[in-house]
């Protein structure tokens, strides 16, 4: 039982998961990738895969909304321009999720080095996007049908580097500057954990005591992480964000094609 299971992790255990997910907050309300820091922390302490899945998407549901309300709160995030992107991404992450409890991942994540290492040399060697001019220019609606539901449903069914995705997606496809990318990337990031969370929820896939304890801290993280990246602009979002899709790359390349 999961409660069982919690009241077996001793207070040290603890107070190391709190501040990995504090830490996991803070680098995921910047560049994405905060699921790589918590999930193996999750394994390391003991709980069985299906609860560590359902746990991280509790706490990261409370990361991700923090992030998501800071940028909305500054007025980097308009939901009125995203309205298909919110709508697509909550129906996939909730197939995805479903998906997740019989479907096999293990192509999908052997696939997934290669797709995030793409990520990091677009931003490494490609030219970064300057501020628009107007700050309402129109966002096409159609093309986040398909970015919405694919995101989404990759969400659900594994979630690692989801918000690297969103961010470099974004820039490709909307006239975004990296700081409001990251605004969408968060956002987005929040429907498809929260909707992915319901399911785990339904199944009873959550270890509730856990997921609070680090959901508190990975809010801490991703409030101060979310107020660094806007105030740092660019300029300082870049290097972390390639400094994270690179460790990122490394870490599957070995669990998924190495190990």
Known sequence: ??????????PGTLAILA??????GFIDAIAGG???????????????????????KLCATFGSGTAALTFYRRKLFDPGQWRNALLATLIGALLGAIVAHWMPAAWLNQMLPVIVFACGLYLLFGRMPEAP?????????GRQWPQGLGLGLYDGVAGPGTGAFWTVSSLLMYP???VRASGVARTMNFVSNAAALAVFIAFGQVAWVLGLSMGAALMVGAFLGARTAIKGGSKFIRPVFITVVLALTARLVWQHWVA
Do not use: C, K, S
Not at 19 to 24: D, E, G, R, S
Not at 36 to 48: D, F, M
């Open 19 to 24: 501040l990995v997910a504090f830490i996991a």
């Open 34 to 56: 905060g699921g790589l820091l918590t999930i193996p922390a999750l394994l390391t302490a003991g709980l069985p895969p299906h609860l560590v899945l359902g746990t991280n």
């Open 1 to 10: 039982m999961p409660f069982a299971l919690e009241l077996a992790i001793d």
């Open 176 to 178: 975004l500057d990296l």
């Open 133 to 141: 001019a107007e700050q309402d220019l129109p966002i096409a609606r």
